[in-house]
């Protein structure tokens, strides 16, 4: 009975914050916060400082350890109503792995983002190569994933 009651409660309330978000009936945001999704997982922030630019900030997960990365977008529509956008640049990362000591590196992305119309939910899917100078790692193309946010 608690949990039905947690759950109702915890279903209102989300309807209630989307009511309130400018961004929910929109297909523009000024910055968006949520999960990305690859090998491993993350939480990632997107905030955009100029109608086609953007800073997204991204904290990785998984069982070699963490990286945290930082990305200075270019954006440009996909379509005429302009909710899907694509998008490329670069930026670099701090990498505190299990095996070694702090690595940095440069990246790259390309992906595609798109805003839903009527909720403020963000989804984006790119591609991230990197390059990590540190001894034996190098160039890695294995970086990107599907990144859901919530937008504000």
């Known amino acids: 009975m608690k949990q039905t009651i947690v759950a109702a409660l915890l279903v209102i309330l989300s309807f209630q914050a989307s009511a309130q978000n400018k961004t929910a009936n929109s297909i523009d945001y000024k910055t968006a916060v949520g999960l990305k999704l690859w090998d491993g997982?993350?939480?990632?922030l997107k905030t955009f400082f100029k109608e086609d630019r953007a800073l997204e900030f991204i904290g990785f997960f998984n069982r070699y350890g963490t990286r945290i990365t930082g990305l200075y977008e270019f954006h440009g529509d996909l379509n005429t109503e302009g909710n899907?956008?694509?998008y490329m640049?670069?930026?670099g990362h701090?990498?505190?792995y299990k095996l070694n000591n702090t690595i940095i590196g440069i990246d790259g992305v390309i992906g595609i983002?798109?805003?839903f119309n009527n909720m403020?939910?963000?989804l984006a899917l790119d591609w991230q190569p990197s390059f990590e100078f540190y001894k034996g790692y190098g160039f890695s193309g294995n970086w990107g994933g599907l990144a859901v946010r919530y937008t504000l």
């Open 113 to 115: 983002d798109y805003k």
């Open 84 to 86: 899907l956008k694509w």
């Open 120 to 122: 403020p939910l963000n």
């Open 89 to 91: 640049g670069g930026g």
């Open 94 to 96: 701090v990498g505190l």
């Open 41 to 44: 997982g993350g939480i990632t």
